[in-house]
């Protein structure tokens, strides 16, 4: 079975950065479009992220010019980096893949990798 390891999260001030990674075990089709999610305490998890297999991207209001992600295709791996951080981006970081046409998900969900902003 697929799986996904996300890392790269930490304890970081406002206005710092983080780059985090996301790991498949196996390469992801090109009908898969992988995102990068988030869920705060209390909250339902939100995509924040997508990129598509010819690296198109596109990203939630609320991100918009502070992330950014990327994937490199030979390592089965998609990136988020993650600048200008506030309070209000502490959360569980997760990634996935949705197939374009039956909205299937890519893998089990992974653990996540904890953001945390605090000064």
């Known amino acids: 079975q697929v799986q996904l390891v996300e890392s790269g999260g930490g304890l970081v001030q406002p206005g710092g950065s983080l780059r985090l990674s996301c790991a498949a075990s196996?390469?992801?089709?090109?009908?898969?479009?992988m995102g990068w999610y988030r869920q705060a305490p209390g909250k339902q998890r939100e995509l924040v992220a997508t990129i598509t297999s010819g690296s198109s991207t596109n990203y939630a209001d609320s991100v918009k010019g502070q992330f950014t992600i990327s994937r490199d295709n030979a390592k089965n791996t998609v990136y988020l980096q993650l600048n200008s951080l506030k309070p209000e981006d502490t959360a569980v970081y997760y990634c996935?893949?949705?197939?374009?046409?039956?909205?299937?998900?890519?893998?089990?969900w992974g653990q996540g990798t904890q953001v945390t902003v605090s000064p």
């Open positions: 196996a390469s992801i089709p090109s009908t898969y479009g």
């Open positions: 996935n893949g949705r197939n374009f046409i039956s909205g299937k998900y890519y893998a089990p």
